[in-house]
T-cell receptor
C-alpha cells in the first residue's frame, strides 16, 4: 500500500514569492494533518482536517498561509508571500482515526528554503 | 495549551547498551502518549504508544513507562543496535473534547549508537 505522498520534496524560493505543497494521504484515511518542523525541533501542528472540514486551524498563520482539502482526499498548503522564517520542512500526515489516538502516517516532507 | 519537554537532546551509547529518553507534559488531561522515530530525510514513524490507563507497555526491545501523577513518561531501548540511531520524539494528546487529536511533540533526542 502506498504511503503518504508529498511534493515537491525540495523547494528554494526568494522571499515574498508564493509556494505551494501538495499531499496525497493514504487511501481511506479521513484525517489529514499539516505540520511544520523547524531545524532541530519537533513537528508543530498547522492544521487538521476531518474529511474536507478544517477542524483545527488555530496555529495556521492565516495572514500568509492557506490550506484546502476540497474533496476530502488530496490537500494543498500555500504560503504567500513567503518570509525567511518560513524555511522549514512541511510534513503531511494522515490517520484513519479521528479520536486523537492511533498512529499518524507521515510523508517524507517538503523542505522549503526561503532566500 | 500542552507543553512537552524532552531530555536529553542528544544521547550517545555503545552498541548493546540501554538508552532512556524522558519527557514531561503539562496538561493533566492528556491521555495518549506516542513515541516517533525519525530517520534522516524521512517523516516520523510511530514505534510505540501508551494510553493513560496503562503504566507500562513493552514491544521487544522497546518499552514505555508512564507516571500520570508526576506527568512524565519515558522510552527505554535495550540492547541498542546501530540501526536504532535516529531522532526520537515523544508526544502527547488529548482524546475527546474540543482539543482532541492535537498531538504536541517534544523537541527530539538525537540517539547515536556506536558499533
Amino acid at each position: 500500500e502506498a504511503g503518504v505522498v508529498q511534493s515537491p520534496r525540495y523547494k528554494i524560493i526568494e522571499k515574498k514569492q508564493p509556494v505551494a505543497f501538495w499531499c496525497n494521504p493514504i487511501s481511506g484515511h479521513n484525517t489529514l494533518y499539516w505540520y511544520r518542523q523547524n531545524l532541530g525541533q519537533g513537528p508543530e501542528l498547522l492544521i487538521r482536517y476531518e474529511n474536507e472540514e478544517a477542524v483545527d486551524d488555530s496555529q495556521l498563520p492565516k495572514d500568509r498561509f492557506s490550506a484546502e482539502r476540497l474533496k476530502g482526499v488530496d490537500s494543498t498548503l500555500k504560503i504567500q508571500p513567503a518570509e525567511l522564517g518560513d524555511s522549514a520542512v512541511y510534513l503531511c500526515a494522515s490517520s484513519p482515526h479521528s479520536s486523537g489516538t492511533g498512529e499518524l502516517f507521515f510523508g517524507e516532507g517538503s523542505r522549503l528554503t526561503v532566500l | 495549551g500542552e507543553n512537552v519537554e524532552q531530555h536529553p537532546s542528544t544521547l550517545s551509547v555503545q552498541e548493546g547498551d540501554s538508552a532512556v529518553i524522558k519527557c514531561t507534559y503539562s496538561d493533566s488531561a492528556s491521555n495518549y502518549f506516542p513515541w516517533y522515530k525519525q530517520e534522516l530525510g524521512k517523516g516520523p514513524q510511530l514505534i510505540i504508544d501508551i494510553r493513560s490507563n496503562v503504566g507500562e507497555k513493552k514491544d521487544q526491545r522497546i518499552a514505555v513507562t508512564l507516571n500520570k501523577t508526576a506527568k512524565h513518561f519515558s522510552l527505554h531501548i535495550t540492547e541498542t543496535q546501530p540501526e536504532d540511531s535516529a531522532v526520537y520524539f515523544c508526544a502527547a494528546s488529548i482524546t475527546g473534547g474540543t482539543s482532541y487529536g492535537k498531538l504536541t511533540f517534544g523537541q527530539g533526542t538525537i540517539l547515536t549508537v556506536h558499533p
